[in-house]
């Protein structure tokens, strides 16, 4: 399984997007959904986080700090923080597992499972780039929204898909997202 966690970063649509495309691709996944999130879902998409929801084949509450995606015993392959804020990096970097998407980053770092973070943000920080490199450094992989351009893209969707192909492909899961780069 695959947990999806959006927290409150604008680009929660990269969130919504690889929703879809590992529904399309039949993959098991949980979702969790931070308050702020909710609060910037309600700007950026036209979407009812009912349907968003509902993308997802399990969802747990994000301030519900006893569920049982909190323990090691839960299993799960990878957890996406898709986008994710840098207050949300800043509690992994720092062993604050305040809220449950916080834990089970904790619980990812600690288990050795895979832990993917996309952050939106810019500028950053100093302070940013350290809590980054430090979960770098415990096995956690840094991959900014940062979209590519040599694919030409038409629209936001386009630039969208490069993203959620980006973290697919980090997942090990074939994808045709975008067009991959080839020598003109």
């Given at each position: 399984?695959?947990?999806?966690a959006?927290?409150?970063?604008s680009?929660?649509i990269?969130?919504?997007?690889?929703?879809?495309?590992?529904k399309e691709?039949?993959?098991?996944?949980?979702l969790?959904?931070?308050?702020?999130?909710k609060?910037?879902?309600?700007?950026?998409l036209?979407?009812?986080?009912?349907?968003?929801?509902?993308?997802?084949?399990?969802?747990?509450?994000?301030?519900?700090?006893d569920s049982?995606v909190n323990?090691?015993?839960f299993?799960f392959?990878?957890?996406?923080?898709i986008?994710?804020s840098m207050?949300?990096?800043s509690?992994?970097?720092?062993g604050y597992a305040?809220?449950?998407?916080?834990?089970?980053a904790d619980v990812?770092?600690k288990e050795?499972?895979?832990?993917?973070l996309?952050p939106?943000?810019?500028?950053?920080r100093?302070?940013?780039l350290?809590n980054?490199?430090?979960?770098s450094?415990?096995g956690?992989?840094?991959?900014?929204?940062m979209?590519g351009?040599y694919?030409?893209p038409k629209?936001?969707?386009?630039?969208?898909d490069?993203i959620?192909g980006k973290v697919l492909?980090?997942?090990?899961?074939?994808?045709?997202?975008?067009?991959?780069?080839?020598?003109?």
């Amino acid at each position: 399984m695959i947990l999806i966690a959006i927290t409150g970063a604008s680009g929660v649509i990269y969130g919504v997007e690889l929703l879809k495309a590992l529904k399309e691709l039949n993959i098991e996944t949980g979702l969790l959904i931070s308050d702020p999130a909710k609060t910037v879902m309600k700007y950026e998409l036209d979407e009812d986080i009912e349907e968003i929801k509902s993308l997802a084949d399990h969802y747990f509450d994000a301030n519900e700090i006893d569920s049982s995606v909190n323990s090691g015993s839960f299993k799960f392959d990878s957890l996406v923080i898709i986008p994710c804020s840098m207050k949300t990096v800043s509690a992994i970097a720092n062993g604050y597992a305040s809220n449950t998407i916080s834990r089970v980053a904790d619980v990812a770092l600690k288990e050795r499972r895979e832990l993917v973070l996309v952050p939106r943000e810019t500028p950053l920080r100093d302070v940013h780039l350290g809590n980054m490199l430090r979960i770098s450094k415990e096995g956690g992989i840094i991959l900014p929204a940062m979209p590519g351009f040599y694919h030409d893209p038409k629209d936001i969707k386009d630039m969208t898909d490069f993203i959620v192909g980006k973290v697919l492909d980090v997942l090990r899961i074939d994808n045709e997202m975008f067009k991959r780069w080839e020598k003109p």
